[in-house]
């Protein structure tokens, strides 16, 4: 990656303040995460393992920015400024001081590196306008004030801010719409529309407590300390956030159930068996996928499996609504899945086209979104499958449903020589069922 640090690199990073973002008097200044290690390292430790940690050093996100965009902002005005928009969500240090990132080494500066850092949310005093969105926060750094979910004051760095503990804040990063005007990112406006906001729950009581989900309907935080000294004592405090920010490149997290699929009732046709499978986002306050609908792919597989060892017979939907949920239908499909998703299966997906009309993954040149089938926020999906019964085939068989994600297509990373993504199976279920 290294060498598409260019000079090029120098006219993005510079005159990058967000959109619609208030200007204070004089030069802000931050200090580098590494600044709160010493007193906060159990946080520290969990937030440079969290994306948050990486959202400039992500490969990637490195690959559009320098492969793609700079390049292309060299000859176009319009990209030049999409590009410097990156900065502001994706190294808002860099975009807020005009730092000029002029070589590889600079990479190695902490407060570039560092991605959306501790001082940069703890500096976030609101939003511009009347919605958060498009990185429209209002930033106030100060050495002696961070801002923080704490209601008394006491001697250290405190400063009260309802808005750290409210889903707005996430908003400001996490919903986003492009400069042809299309919503390329809506968690925060999915959430807003869901049973979970309207039950209060907000996306630091899923994303900030210890598991990184509810359980039983319900967040269970850290408690001790919000800052580990040699000199005094922080006071143990029974709720904590931890900023680890599990999501889909947390494997635990996708692991975790929460996401769910279960084979309902079942018919034995003549030749067929039709079975009704459950896909259930009951658990997440949000469409699932989310956040980057144009490269994130979720589906269902079902087959039948013989109790004989012989092979598992592909079930396919009953019913489509469009070419684009079920794999393979679309004809651009090959090119733009690869194989990882079964032909037949049941895709969730957002569809974004260019201005030629043609499924696009650079979501900086989407002009529309022509699909959408997501599963929303607390849905439960019911979908079904048929499957032939093979002739001659009787005795056990099982039908067999896999729920399968994957970050982004084999086309994006190969398009960018990035590591293929495995696809991730978060869910299964089976029912056995005696065929005559
Ligand atoms: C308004 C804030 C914002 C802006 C502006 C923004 N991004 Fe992002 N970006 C995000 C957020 C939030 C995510 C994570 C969402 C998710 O998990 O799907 C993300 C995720 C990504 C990812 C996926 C990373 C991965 O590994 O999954 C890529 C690639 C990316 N952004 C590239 C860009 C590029 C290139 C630009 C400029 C054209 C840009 N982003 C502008 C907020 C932003
Ligand atoms: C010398 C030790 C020390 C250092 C260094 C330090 N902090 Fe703190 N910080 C504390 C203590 C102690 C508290 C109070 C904890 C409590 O009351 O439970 C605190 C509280 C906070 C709070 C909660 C504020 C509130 O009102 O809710 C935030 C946010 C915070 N620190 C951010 C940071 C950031 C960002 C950095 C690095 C730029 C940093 N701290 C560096 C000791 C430190
Ligand atoms: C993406 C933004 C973000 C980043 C990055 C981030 N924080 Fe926080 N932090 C928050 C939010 C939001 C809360 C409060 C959550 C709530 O009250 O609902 C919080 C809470 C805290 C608290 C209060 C104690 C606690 O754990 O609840 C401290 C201290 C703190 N952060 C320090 C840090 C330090 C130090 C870093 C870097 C090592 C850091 N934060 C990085 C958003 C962030
Ligand atoms: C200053 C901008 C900013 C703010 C504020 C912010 N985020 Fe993020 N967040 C990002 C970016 C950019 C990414 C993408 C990181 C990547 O993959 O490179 C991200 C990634 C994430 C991820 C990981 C997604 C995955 O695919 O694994 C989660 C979860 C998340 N954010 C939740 C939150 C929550 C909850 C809040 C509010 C407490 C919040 N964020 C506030 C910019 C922000
Ligand atoms: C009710 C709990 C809950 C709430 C509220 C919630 N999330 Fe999530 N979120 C989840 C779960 C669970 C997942 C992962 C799904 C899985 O793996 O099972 C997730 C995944 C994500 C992802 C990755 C999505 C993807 O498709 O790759 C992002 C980004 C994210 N959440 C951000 C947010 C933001 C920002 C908010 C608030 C606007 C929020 N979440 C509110 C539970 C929640």
């Given at each position: 990656?290294?060498?598409?640090?260019?000079?090029?690199?120098?006219?993005?990073?510079?005159?990058?303040?967000?959109?619609?973002?208030?200007?204070?008097?004089?030069?802000?200044?931050?200090?580098?995460s590494s600044?709160?290690?010493?007193?906060?390292?159990?946080?520290?430790?969990?937030?440079?393992?969290?994306?948050?940690?990486?959202?400039?050093?992500?490969?990637?996100?490195?690959?559009?920015?320098?492969r793609e965009l700079l390049p292309r902002a060299a000859q176009d005005a319009g990209m030049k400024k999409v590009a410097s928009e990156c900065a502001a969500c994706h190294a808002p240090v860099a975009s807020r001081t005009s730092k000029v990132i002029t070589g590889p080494a600079d990479l190695n500066d902490p407060v570039i590196h560092g991605g959306v850092t501790c001082d940069f949310c703890h500096s976030i005093s609101g939003f511009a306008g009347a919605a958060p969105g498009n990185g429209n926060y209002v930033p106030l750094p100060d050495t002696d004030r961070k801002l923080g979910p704490f209601t008394y004051n006491s001697s250290w760095h405190h400063r009260y801010s309802a808005l750290h503990t409210q889903s707005e804040f996430c908003g400001i990063c996490h919903d986003q719409i492009n400069r042809y005007g299309l919503e390329i990112k809506s968690t925060y406006t999915e959430w807003k529309g869901s049973p979970y906001a309207a039950a209060g729950?907000?996306?630091?009581?899923?994303?900030?407590?210890?598991?990184?989900?509810?359980t039983a309907g319900r967040p269970m935080y850290e408690k001790g300390q919000a800052a580990e000294m040699t000199l005094g004592a922080a006071p143990y405090r029974d709720k904590l956030f931890t900023h680890r920010f599990p999501g889909a490149h947390s494997k635990t997290q996708l692991a975790s159930g929460m996401l769910n699929v279960s084979v309902g009732t079942t018919r034995i046709s003549d030749r067929?068996?039709?079975?009704?499978?459950?896909?259930?986002?009951r658990n997440t306050?949000?469409?699932m996928p989310s956040g980057s609908a144009d490269l994130r792919l979720l589906w269902l597989e079902v087959v039948l499996r013989p109790d004989d060892g012989s092979i598992p017979v592909a079930a396919v939907p009953a019913a489509a609504t469009g070419i684009y949920d079920v794999a393979g239908n679309a004809a651009e499909d090959k090119e733009v899945l690869g194989d990882a998703i079964p032909a037949g299966s049941r895709v969730y997906r957002a569809v974004f086209v260019d201005a030629a009309g043609a499924q696009t993954l650079s979501s900086y040149d989407a002009v529309r979104s022509i699909f959408d089938n997501r599963l929303n926020a607390s849905e439960i999906r019911e979908e079904t499958y048929h499957v032939t019964i093979p002739a001659g085939l009787r005795g056990k068989a099982a039908i067999e449903a896999r729920l399968k994600y994957l970050p982004y297509p084999e086309s994006f990373t190969r398009k960018f020589g990035l590591e293929k993504p495995e696809p991730f199976e978060l869910a299964s279920a089976r029912k056995v069922l005696l065929l005559k």
């Open positions: 990656m290294k060498t598409f640090i260019s000079a090029l690199t120098v006219l993005c990073l510079i005159s990058c303040a967000g959109p619609g973002a208030v200007q204070q008097s004089g030069p802000e200044q931050y200090q580098p600044a709160c290690r010493g007193c906060h390292t159990k946080i520290y430790e969990q937030h440079i393992q969290s994306e948050h940690g990486k959202t400039f050093t992500n490969p990637a996100f490195q690959a559009q920015f320098f729950i907000q996306c630091q009581d899923c994303h900030m407590n210890l598991k990184g989900y509810l067929e068996v039709t079975a009704t499978i459950l896909v259930n986002n306050g949000h469409k």
